[in-house]
């Protein structure tokens, strides 16, 4: 178990995003130092960063016209869940280690929807954070943002393709609101599929329905407590869009009492259904 620390929630954002081959990972010897040791094996975790730069280029080749928003979602959604007995995430790891998954390179050619983003989506989200007008221009053009013209949203509400939600001990209802795009097939039906042990979740529309390719549906997934629900917890689950082509994967995280809470992972036990897990 381990405590969830104030500069993992302070976002608002889930991080890391994705997990990358690195363990067990041969690399070039630093300083000239040519022995092959252990150490230089088992010490090889930037190699992840490449992997990932490596899968991003290629999606951007096939997808030109992506934002890097839309390939960031593809790379989060089709990943490959990482479970306590694989190698790289190590006995008990939960999202907080692993993200979403491994990378899985062909899938994320082809995720079927996405979730996108400009930069002027993250103004108003920038603006909830308190960062003052003169900040917030730092970061993200137009020069001219202004939080009184775009308003503020909560972390909660960003498009960002994993979801994660941070509670004080008196909140029992939270809506996160979410806007996918079809990159899939023209015409396609998506149907909602949530886990999330401990909370309730309910899925407003539960059928997403596309006609044609760019088209955009927003949808809302109500997360209430429930009567069992720890006052200090993490809950770790996932949403899932599944049509009979593809399965957009969001990992969602509950955090119930701030900093307080410990993370003990996933569930992967012989009771979650079919396709489901991080």
């Keep these: ?166 509670t004080g001990d008196d909140v029992r209802q939270v809506e996160p609101k979410r806007t996918v795009t079809n990159v899939g097939e023209p015409e396609e039906t998506y149907s909602a599929e949530v886990f999330a042990p401990g909370v309730d979740v309910a899925v407003n529309p539960s059928t997403l329905a596309f006609s044609d390719i760019d088209q955009k549906r927003d949808f809302v997934a109500t997360v209430k407590r429930e009567a069992n629900t720890p006052t200090k917890a993490v809950v770790e689950g996932e949403l899932k869009w599944v049509s009979e082509k593809h399965a957009v994967r969001s990992p969602m995280v509950i955090v119930v009492g701030e900093t307080s809470a410990s993370s003990a992972g996933h569930s992967y036990s012989a009771d979650v259904p079919a396709g489901i897990e991080s």
């Excluded at 960031?72 to 190698?87: N, Q």
């Excluded at 190590?90 to 050619?109: C, L």
């Design 1 to 166: 178990r381990r405590v969830v620390t104030n500069v993992e929630l302070g976002s608002g954002i889930l991080k890391p995003d994705v997990s990358a081959p690195c363990a067990n990972t041969l690399a070039v010897a630093p300083h000239g130092d040519v022995e092959y040791t252990d150490t230089l094996i088992k010490v090889a975790t930037s190699l992840a960063a490449a992997h990932v730069s490596g899968v991003t280029a290629m999606v951007k080749k096939a997808h030109q016209e992506w934002s890097p928003a839309a390939i960031k979602s593809a790379i989060v959604t089709t990943a490959d869940p990482v479970g306590p007995g694989d190698a790289m995430a190590g006995d008990g790891a939960g999202y907080f280690v692993t993200g979403a998954g491994e990378v899985n390179p062909t899938k994320a050619m082809d995720p079927g929807l996405v979730y996108d983003l400009t930069a002027g989506d993250f103004i108003p989200y920038l603006c909830g954070m308190g960062l003052g007008e003169d900040r917030i221009r730092k970061i993200v053009e137009p020069a001219h943002a202004s939080c009184a013209e775009t308003g503020e949203i909560a972390a909660k509400d960003l498009n960002y393709p994993s979801i994660m939600i941070v």
